[in-house]
């Protein structure tokens, strides 16, 4: 029975009505009726999930209904024109239906703190400070990365060396490699990271986070633990420096 009721709700988000209807439709009277429960009942397509308790009952999708609450209670009062100016260019720089990839982009995010981020980088989008391609690229960036490592992008803000929260942060494209070493994590710590241009995007719009401060290390810039330079990276990066 569970798994019917889970099978028709994706067939019901796959209606892009139903999807629009959600960010579409959302009016100032739904959201002043949320402390009395009123929201998620006058949403169509939640209706769905409040007829079915069982279905509501379980722990993942009650989550999926709170950060879909979150997110609208944070952008219902952005200019509405704008939001379906977006809508359109998310779904034509997509090549999909903008509606339900903002479902499936909710649904996949595993921090409820996440939705902040992402409305912070909505809000940037509607006021013309980054581009749909950002925004696309900035929101998968959040999808990959635990919030707790999301919370320390920040202090490469200047250029640092190589601890356990780098990993993520590099794969998830928020960082570059400022400075290559020969021994990684060990003698001088010599692999340096620092924010590249996504990553100063995430933190100044979607982190609101200060980053004035922020000044490009020598992308050249190469740690050599040992006396010697070879010399052929000296003619191929001038700026070598040797560490003992």
């Known amino acids: 029975m569970e798994n019917d009721i889970v099978s028709d709700f994706q067939l019901s988000v796959l209606n892009s009505q139903d999807a629009e209807a959600i960010f579409g439709d959302t009016t100032d009277d739904i959201i002043a009726a949320a402390d ?4 998620l009942e006058k949403l169509p ?4 999930f409040v007829a079915a308790n069982k279905f509501v009952e379980d722990f993942r999708n009650r989550r999926f209904l709170k950060k879909i609450y979150r997110f609208l209670y944070q952008t219902h009062k952005y200019n509405k024109k704008k939001i379906k100016a977006f809508f359109e260019e998310f779904s034509n720089a997509s090549i999909e239906n903008g509606y339900e990839l903002m479902l499936e982009v909710l649904e996949r995010l595993d921090n409820i703190h ?4 992402m409305t912070n980088l909505l809000k940037a989008k509607l ?8 925004f696309i690229r900035l929101t998968a960036s ?3 990365v635990p919030y707790v490592d999301l919370k320390r992008l920040p202090d490469y803000i200047k250029s640092i060396g190589t601890r356990y929260d780098t990993y993520m942060l590099y794969a998830a494209g928020l960082l570059y490699n400022s400075a ?12 340096h990271y620092q924010l590249n241009d ?3 995007l995430f933190v100044k719009y979607g982190l609101k986070q200060d980053v004035s401060s922020y000044v490009k290390s020598n992308e050249q810039l190469i740690v050599v633990a040992d006396d010697e330079v070879p010399e052929q990276m000296q003619g191929e990066y001038p700026n070598i420096t040797s560490v003992h």
Not at 127 to 134: N, P, R, S
Request: proline share 0%; aromatic share 2%; no cysteine.
């Open 45 to 48: 397509i939640i209706k769905y």
């Open 180 to 191: 290559i070493g020969s021994d990684g994590v060990g003698v001088n710590n010599s692999n």
């Open 127 to 134: 006021d013309g400070q980054i581009t749909i391609d950002d």
């Open 142 to 144: 959040l999808r990959i």
């Open 198 to 200: 996504n990553g100063l």
């Open 114 to 117: 996440k939705v902040d981020v």
């Open 36 to 39: 009395k429960n009123g929201l």
